[in-house]
């Protein structure tokens, strides 16, 4: 039973991050100059895994918010899902190198938009997806999977140390954010 669900929410986590993907790419080939192409090119000239973050063997999706003002001015930059260690910083500093490609609107409404960025070092295998994705490399450092902080996971909750169990949630919620099975768990814990 347990399995089935797993399937069905997995399922449920594609088609909802299809559509997504699909309004984003729409919603900049309408405003941006170029458009999501461009957009997406600009991204992988750009975007640098940060120094800190490959030390730390910090990977994850960050989510990004902002809107682009008739003008095509960024404003309200926000992140849903910070994942630290100069990773959210390379986010702005990037998103802020769009400035003046975003062509100015026709109906007087600011545009919302909703980016995901998944930051994955070398082999690293984890189930968050982005709409762009920065690979980074280090050597000789092996950071977990998925598989491997689930079997933590698991040893853990057999053992009974509740507060063990956050930082785990934690970080598998930053490589997969909307994986709504572990943001429940994690709420049943705090």
């Given at each position: 039973?347990?399995?089935?669900?797993?399937?069905?929410?997995?399922?449920?986590?594609?088609?909802?991050?299809?559509n997504?993907?699909?309004?984003?790419?729409?919603?900049?080939?309408?405003?941006?100059?170029?458009?999501?192409?461009?957009?997406?090119?600009?991204?992988?000239?750009?975007?640098?895994?940060?120094?800190?973050?490959?030390?730390?063997?910090?990977?994850?999706?960050?989510?990004?918010?902002?809107?682009?003002?008739?003008?095509?001015?960024?404003q309200?930059?926000?992140?849903?899902?910070?994942?630290?260690?100069?990773l959210?910083?390379?986010?702005?500093?990037?998103?802020?190198?769009?400035?003046?490609?975003?062509?100015?609107?026709?109906?007087?409404?600011?545009?919302?938009?909703?980016?995901?960025?998944?930051?994955?070092?070398?082999?690293?295998?984890?189930?968050?997806?982005?709409?762009?994705?920065?690979?980074?490399?280090?050597?000789?450092?092996?950071?977990?999977?998925?598989?491997?902080?689930?079997?933590?996971?698991?040893?853990?909750?057999?053992?009974?140390?509740?507060?063990?169990?956050?930082?785990?949630?934690?970080?598998?919620?930053?490589?997969?954010?909307?994986?709504?099975?572990?943001?429940?768990?994690?709420?049943?814990?705090?």
């Amino acid at each position: 039973m347990k399995l089935i669900i797993f399937i069905l929410l997995v399922l449920t986590n594609l088609h909802i991050q299809s559509n997504r993907q699909l309004n984003l790419r729409e919603n900049l080939n309408k405003r941006f100059q170029g458009g999501a192409d461009a957009f997406f090119k600009l991204w992988g000239m750009e975007t640098r895994y940060a120094r800190k973050a490959r030390e730390s063997c910090v990977v994850g999706v960050a989510i990004v918010t902002f809107q682009v003002d008739c003008e095509g001015k960024l404003q309200h930059i926000t992140f849903k899902n910070k994942l630290g260690s100069g990773l959210d910083e390379e986010v702005e500093r990037v998103l802020k190198l769009t400035e003046n490609h975003w062509l100015k609107c026709e109906d007087n409404k600011e545009e919302g938009f909703e980016l995901s960025i998944k930051f994955i070092l070398g082999d690293t295998q984890f189930s968050g997806q982005g709409e762009i994705t920065v690979t980074g490399y280090q050597s000789g450092l092996q950071c977990p999977n998925d598989e491997d902080l689930i079997k933590q996971l698991e040893k853990v909750k057999k053992k009974r140390q509740t507060a063990n169990l956050i930082p785990i949630y934690e970080e598998l919620i930053r490589r997969n954010p909307h994986n709504q099975a572990y943001r429940e768990e994690l709420q049943k814990i705090k």
